[in-house]
Nanobody, 114 residues
Framework: QVHLVESGGGLVQPGGSLTLSCEASGQSYSWYTMGWYRQVSGKERELVARISGTGLQNYGDSVKGRFTLSINRSKNIITLQMNNLSSEDTAVYYC????????WGQGTQVTVSS
C-alpha cells in the first residue's frame, strides 16, 4: 500500500522561503512521476512542479524561477524549495505519485501572510 507523507508547510511572510518534503513508502518508484500540486478553495488543483522517471521536470508558470524540485530516488523523497513566496502561493499543497495509478498525500497548508 502506498503512503505519501508530507511535511514542511506553515506560515511564512511575503518574500520568505519554505521547504516541502514528501516521502513515498511501500516500494521503489524509480520510474514514477512525482511532484507537487496545490489547490485554493473553490479553484482547480494546479501543477506546481513534477519530475518524471526519466528526470524531466515541469513547473507551473507562476512558480518558475522561484521554486526548485529535487528528488532522492533511493529514498523515494521529493523536496520542493520555495523562495520569494507571495500571498498568491497560499494554498494546500499535495504530493503526487503517478504511475499505473495516481496517489495523493493528505495535503499540507502553506500560508503566506504578513
Amino acid at each position: 500500500q502506498v503512503h505519501l507523507v508530507e511535511s514542511g508547510g506553515g506560515l511564512v511572510q511575503p518574500g520568505g522561503s519554505l521547504t516541502l518534503s514528501c516521502e513515498a513508502s511501500g516500494q521503489s518508484y524509480s520510474w514514477y512521476t512525482m511532484g507537487w500540486y496545490r489547490q485554493v478553495s473553490g479553484k482547480e488543483r494546479e501543477l506546481v512542479a513534477r519530475i518524471s522517471g526519466t528526470g524531466l521536470q515541469n513547473y507551473g508558470d507562476s512558480v518558475k524561477g522561484r521554486f526548485t524540485l529535487s528528488i532522492n530516488r533511493s529514498k523515494n523523497i521529493i523536496t520542493l524549495q520555495m523562495n520569494n513566496l507571495s500571498s498568491e502561493d497560499t494554498a494546500v499543497y499535495y504530493c503526487n505519485l503517478d504511475g499505473p495509478h495516481a496517489y495523493w498525500g493528505q495535503g499540507t497548508q502553506v500560508t503566506v501572510s504578513s
